[in-house]
């Protein structure tokens, strides 16, 4: 189970995470960010979810997580300066964020594998997945959606890149918390 006080105190930022929501089960963090009706509104807000039941990946692929073990999470931004001026360039930003506090935390060499993946070994441990809503030509909602297989030791299915985790690439689990701290 996600530790949140454990997480706040970890946390250093401004203002992204400040406003910290946290589920046991979403079916998306993102499509729950998306919608403006949730009462989530507020740029800097970031939604934590144990499980997803309907996970996203970029081109409609599933995300899966498996629960209580991995970082599922989307940050919310609003009608910023910066969305309208530098928005191609956030989903290279998340990319290296996840993986220089990768690197930082557990001394792991990443690599990027544009647009959107964070690899370990060759193998993928982290997904990025951006979607925006706009009126007219302003960007109103920007949602960085962010899995990362931090401590699932083994994975089921075929993907086009194997999977991998922190855990399996270490040899031991690792503190969500610090980590998810650490990329915000």
Same mark, same amino acid.
């Given at each position: 189970m996600f530790?949140?006080?454990?997480?706040?105190?970890?946390l250093?930022?401004?203002? /992204?995470?400040r406003?910290?929501v946290?589920?046991? =089960? %979403?079916?998306?963090? @993102?499509?729950? +960010?998306?919608d403006?009706?949730?009462g989530?509104?507020?740029?800097?807000?970031?939604?934590?979810a144990?499980?997803?039941?309907?996970?996203?990946g970029?081109?409609d692929?599933v995300?899966y997580s498996?629960?209580?073990?991995?970082?599922?999470?989307?940050?919310?931004?609003?009608?910023d300066?910066?969305?309208t001026?530098?928005s191609s360039?956030?989903?290279?930003?998340?990319s290296?964020?996840?993986?220089?506090? /990768?690197?930082?935390l557990y001394?792991?060499?990443? =690599? %990027?594998k544009?647009? @959107?993946?964070? +690899?370990?070994?060759?193998k993928?441990?982290?997904?990025?997945?951006?979607?925006?809503?706009?009126?007219?030509?302003?960007?109103?909602?920007?949602?960085?959606?962010?899995?990362?297989n931090v401590?699932?030791?083994?994975?089921?299915?075929?993907?086009n890149?194997?999977?991998?985790?922190i855990?399996n690439?270490?040899?031991?689990?690792?503190?969500?918390e610090?980590?998810?701290?650490?990329?915000?």
């Amino acid at each position: 189970m996600f530790n949140i006080e454990n997480f706040d105190i970890k946390l250093n930022t401004e203002y /992204i995470g400040r406003t910290f929501v946290y589920a046991e =089960e %979403l079916s998306s963090t @993102n499509t729950f +960010l998306m919608d403006k009706q949730n009462g989530y509104n507020e740029s800097g807000t970031v939604v934590l979810a144990e499980k997803q039941t309907s996970g996203k990946g970029r081109k409609d692929r599933v995300w899966y997580s498996a629960p209580d073990s991995n970082l599922t999470f989307s940050i919310l931004l609003t009608k910023d300066k910066f969305l309208t001026s530098n928005s191609s360039l956030i989903n290279f930003a998340a990319s290296l964020s996840v993986a220089f506090s /990768i690197e930082n935390l557990y001394q792991l060499k990443t =690599e %990027l594998k544009w647009p @959107n993946d964070v +690899l370990l070994d060759g193998k993928k441990t982290s997904g990025i997945l951006i979607e925006a809503t706009s009126q007219g030509n302003k960007i109103e909602r920007f949602v960085i959606g962010i899995g990362i297989n931090v401590n699932q030791p083994s994975f089921q299915g075929t993907f086009n890149f194997p999977p991998t985790s922190i855990r399996n690439e270490l040899g031991r689990n690792v503190e969500r918390e610090k980590l998810l701290a650490e990329i915000l």
